[in-house]
């Protein structure tokens, strides 16, 4: 049933755009006007709570809808005076599992994204049930810790009173949709990362998979990242500062939205988005499918993409300075003082297993070649350069299903000047630097601008030019690519000890648990 809603669109002038982003460690804000000038920015850090090993999760009240009303408070308090919002845009990990009963309160903790690996044993079964090359050929994707099928499945058997007090989920982006407007709605892209419930070709829900798998559910209505799908009730209004009215669009997964603010939008080009996790986007004329990576349908009508996620990268340097006492600034200037190679050191990243292109939740990190003489600088330069190693893998994985990259653009708040110059050199590619690396939150504030008819999708060019290229340095890539050898040969050599290994941490996890 479509509701209709009424929304405010006279200003005295074009109002100013909101765009905001949860992430996994942090939420961000933006407060942009028309033609992409950033008048305003804001962040909160929060937890990701990991209750065993394998499972991640955030509370939406706690976490999303918390750090949501802090950032629209203080960004709408920022307002120039006179001045109004046009629009709201948001956007979140994903694909996340927020099960809610039928008001659209959560009756647990959401369940993330790939980095969460609870659902093993569902995935063989939906892949046995369904068929591997099939749910490929017609969902875009493998069946993955990214997809949502075998999370609600998981979620059916090991939490049935769970189960059945829920009658809706949600993601990040369509629950703060939800909290804001009332409406109950998932964009596309999103959608396409549901495997093994949405057709790729057909833009529509798998009735009868989504009956199967999740029976009883209600589904949310699909509509495009930038559709306005309602406007800011007078309660969320209250709640956060945003005026009544003030119309919102549907959001979508928080990489999608940073490659729409960044101009990757022609076949070739490809984002390579520095977080908590790394994140590689690559636009296509056509769909392409591939069992070492993601096929899903683009944040723009008519366009498909081509997607790898590695499980760590920031959450390593993040454990890195946590484990050391160190600040971030002070492990770069030691790293930074290193040659590459980090004087004789392989990391392999995969302290919370690692997604594509490998798909093994039971993956585990390692440090090879260690020594006495190795400190915390080394240990941190081998991370970086364990990030560049994984980047580079997922480019020879692309390129062999026949989607090379053309155009790299480094976004997001890793994108640093060490880490960024590490990548050109393992890859041997340029990086283009746009204008901003804010992060999702400007793409979700420039969608919002779409949504509005302040902006079209080729806007973006105007809004965030290329003001830096990262090239790489000859010599110092003859050396990773040396290094990159071993990378490489390290995960099958390691493979078996390291799955040994996960089953003990989760057996060693269990009576803690129970």
């Known amino acids: 049933m479509h509701t209709t809603t009424t929304v405010s669109t006279t200003s005295a002038r074009p109002g100013l755009l909101l765009g905001i982003d949860i992430g996994t460690s942090s939420s961000k804000g933006v407060l942009a006007r028309p033609d992409g000038t950033i008048v305003a920015r804001a962040q909160r850090e929060h937890a990701t709570a990991t209750p065993r ?5 955030h509370d939406a009240e706690a976490v999303w809808w918390a750090d949501f009303q802090s950032l629209a408070r203080e960004l709408t308090g920022r307002l120039p005076t006179g001045e109004s919002l046009a629009a709201v845009g948001v956007s979140g990990i994903g694909p996340c599992v927020l099960p809610t009963d039928a008001q659209g309160t959560p009756v647990r903790a959401a369940i993330l994204y790939g980095v969460d690996t609870r659902a093993v044993d569902e995935i063989a079964e939906q892949n046995l049930r369904y068929g591997a090359e099939e749910i490929i050929r017609r969902c875009g994707s493998p069946l993955t810790s990214q997809a949502v099928g075998p999370k609600l499945a998981w979620l059916r058997r090991h939490e ?3 189960y059945g007090a829920t009658s809706r989920w949600l993601m990040a982006s369509s629950y703060l949709v939800h909290r804001l407007t009332g409406r109950y709605v998932l964009d596309h892209h999103s959608a396409s990362q549901c ?3 949405y057709d790729l070709a057909a833009r529509t829900w798998i009735p009868e998979r989504c009956e199967e798998i999740a029976p009883g559910l209600r589904w949310p209505e699909l509509v495009r990242p930038a559709d306005v799908v309602g406007g800011v009730s007078r309660e969320a209004g209250a709640r956060t500062g945003i005026p009544a009215g003030t119309p919102v669009v549907a959001g979508t997964v928080d990489a999608w939205a ?4 960044v101009g990757v939008a022609a076949p070739g080009d490809l984002m390579l988005m520095y977080g908590t996790t790394m994140f590689l986007v690559g636009i296509l004329a056509r769909p392409l499918t591939s069992p070492r990576l993601w096929g899903t349908a683009g944040a723009f009508d008519g366009t ?6 590695m499980a760590t990268s920031g959450a390593v340097t993040g454990w890195l300075r946590d484990l050391t006492g160190s600040s971030y600034e002070q ?3 030691e790293a930074g003082e290193l040659p590459p190679g980090a004087e ?4 392999l990243p995969y302290f919370a297993g690692e997604r594509t292109p490998l798909f093994d939740p039971d993956a585990r990190g390692l440090v090879h070649g260690l020594t006495l003489r190795h400190g915390r600088g080394h240990l941190y330069r081998a991370a970086l350069e364990a990030t560049a190693y994984g980047v580079r893998h997922n480019l020879a994985a692309m390129t062999e299903a026949g989607a090379p990259a053309d155009r790299l653009v480094a976004v997001g708040g890793g994108a640093r000047a060490l880490w960024t110059r590490i990548v050109s050199d393992v890859t041997g590619r340029e990086q283009h630097l746009p204008r901003h690396t804010v992060g999702a939150a400007y793409g979700d504030a420039f969608l919002a601008a779409v949504g509005a008819g302040l902006a079209g999708p080729g806007d973006i060019a105007h809004w965030n030019p290329t003001v830096e290229v990262v090239t790489p340095d000859a010599t110092a ?10 990378y490489l040969g390290l995960y099958p050599a390691t493979r078996d000890a390291a799955h040994v290994l996960a089953a003990r941490q989760r057996a060693d996890a269990a009576p803690r648990d129970a």
Do not use: I, R
């Open 53 to 57: 090993p394998g499972w991640f999760e």
């Open 160 to 162: 049935p009173e769970v």
């Open 195 to 197: 495997t093994p419930l």
């Open 258 to 261: 940073e490659a729409a603010g």
């Open 304 to 309: 498909y993409c081509l997607a790898a996620g």
């Open 331 to 333: 492990l770069t200037a």
């Open 344 to 347: 004789g050191l392989v990391m």
């Open 477 to 486: 890539s003859a050396v990773y690519d040396e290094l990159y050898g071993l």
